[in-house]
Nanobody, 126 residues
Framework: QVQLVESGGGLVQAGGSLRLSCRAS????????MGWFRQAPGKEREFVAA????????DYADSVKGRFTISRDNAEKTVYLRMNSLKPEDTAVYYC???????????????????WGQGTQVTVSS
C-alpha cells in the first residue's frame, strides 16, 4: 500500500519559517520524482516545488523561488520543504506527491503525479 504522510505544518507569523516533511512507504521512492503542491480555500491545487529522483534537478513556482527549498533523503524515504520568509498568501494545505516515473527530472504538473498525501495545514498570520 502506497502511503505518504506529511508533517511539520502549523501556525507561524509572517517572516517566519517552517519545514515540512513527507515520509513515504512506497517501495520505489528512491527512483520516483516527488513534489509539493498547495491548495488555499476556494482555489485550485497549485504547484509549489518538485525534485528529481536523485536531487539532480529541482523546480519551483515563481511565487516561492528564493524562499522555499525542496530536498530529499532516499535512505529515509523522506522529502522535505523548507519554507522561509513566509507570507500570509502562503497559507494553504500543503500536499506531498509522488510520480511513478523512473529516474526522471523534476515534474511541475500535478497531472504527472500518481500518489498523494493527506496534506498538512500551513497558516501564516500577518
Amino acid at each position: 500500500q502506497v502511503q505518504l504522510v506529511e508533517s511539520g505544518g502549523g501556525l507561524v507569523q509572517a517572516g517566519g519559517s517552517l519545514r515540512l516533511s513527507c515520509r513515504a512507504s512506497v517501495r520505489t521512492f528512491s527512483s520516483n520524482a516527488m513534489g509539493w503542491f498547495r491548495q488555499a480555500p476556494g482555489k485550485e491545487r497549485e504547484f509549489v516545488a518538485a525534485i528529481s529522483w536523485n536531487s539532480g534537478s529541482t523546480d519551483y513556482a515563481d511565487s516561492v523561488k528564493g524562499r522555499f527549498t525542496i530536498s530529499r533523503d532516499n535512505a529515509e524515504k523522506t522529502v522535505y520543504l523548507r519554507m522561509n520568509s513566509l507570507k500570509p498568501e502562503d497559507t494553504a494545505v500543503y500536499y506531498c506527491a509522488g510520480a511513478r516515473t523512473y529516474y526522471s527530472d523534476s515534474l511541475p504538473q500535478k497531472t504527472q503525479y500518481d500518489y498523494w498525501g493527506q496534506g498538512t495545514q500551513v497558516t501564516v498570520s500577518s
